[in-house]
């Protein structure tokens, strides 16, 4: 797993013994990253590895785009020559805000610059044959803010929920592009359901981020 330290690899650590980290690899560095995944030799590439936070990546867009586009371009370059399948975490924020129920094969308009970077790295990934790329939002196992937009829907979860549908995908034969989340809710409704103090707030516009999940529910059952 490239992006150990993030926090989905936080918690692969809780509940996989199998998928070496490989968070102290930079992706960034080519020359690097082959020597390291030469040496390695993993049978399977998660790539979590992100720049996520919005604001910085504005005030730094040169950084994310390393991170975010170059890097994935490189584990991609290396999965296709060494025949390693790789499964890449994107976000449901390539999709466009103002429409819903967005499919894998549908339109995309990326709501923010962290989200172009992520369907830049997408684009790289796609070229490799043996790969899934893996549209969703998760948050940490406790709501940590005091209020929750009530006009903002998402199939987002906490990682405890969806890490284990992610490490199920990983070991799967899926290959494409697959929506990985639960059912539509606001993030209001999302956050009261661990943390019954949270205060409900309007965001500034409505915003609709959800995804058909038909293509995971298939493969759940």
Not at 81 to 110: A, C, F, Q
Not at 140 to 164: Q, W
Request: net charge neutral; charged share 25%.
């Amino acid at each position: 797993m490239l992006g150990g330290t993030g926090l989905l690899g936080s918690e692969f650590k809780k509940i996989s013994d199998f998928i070496l980290s490989g968070s102290e690899i930079d992706i960034r560095n080519q020359n690097e990253l082959f020597l390291k995944l030469d040496t390695i030799r993993p049978d399977i590439i998660l790539l979590a590895a992100a720049k996520t936070n919005s604001v910085e990546i504005d005030k730094d867009p040169i950084s994310a785009i390393d991170t975010n586009i170059i890097g994935p371009a490189n584990v991609t370059k290396w999965c296709i020559e060494k025949s390693v399948r790789l499964v890449y975490i994107s976000t449901d924020y390539v999709y466009d805000y103002r429409t819903e129920n967005h499919t894998e094969d549908g339109p995309v308009r990326p709501y923010n610059y962290y989200a172009w970077t992520k369907l830049g790295g997408e684009c790289s990934v796609i070229g490799h044959k043996n790969s899934l790329i893996i549209r969703t939002s998760f948050g940490s196992s406790k709501y940590p803010y005091e209020y929750g937009y009530t006009n903002r829907l998402v199939n987002k979860d906490y990682v405890d929920i969806i890490a284990p549908i992610i490490k199920d995908l990983v070991l799967s034969k899926e290959v494409g592009i697959i929506n990985v989340g639960t059912e539509p809710k606001s993030i209001w409704e999302y956050a009261i359901s661990r943390n019954s103090q949270v205060k409900p707030l309007d965001y500034k516009e409505d915003t609709i981020f959800t995804m058909d999940l038909s293509r995971l529910k298939t493969f759940l059952k």
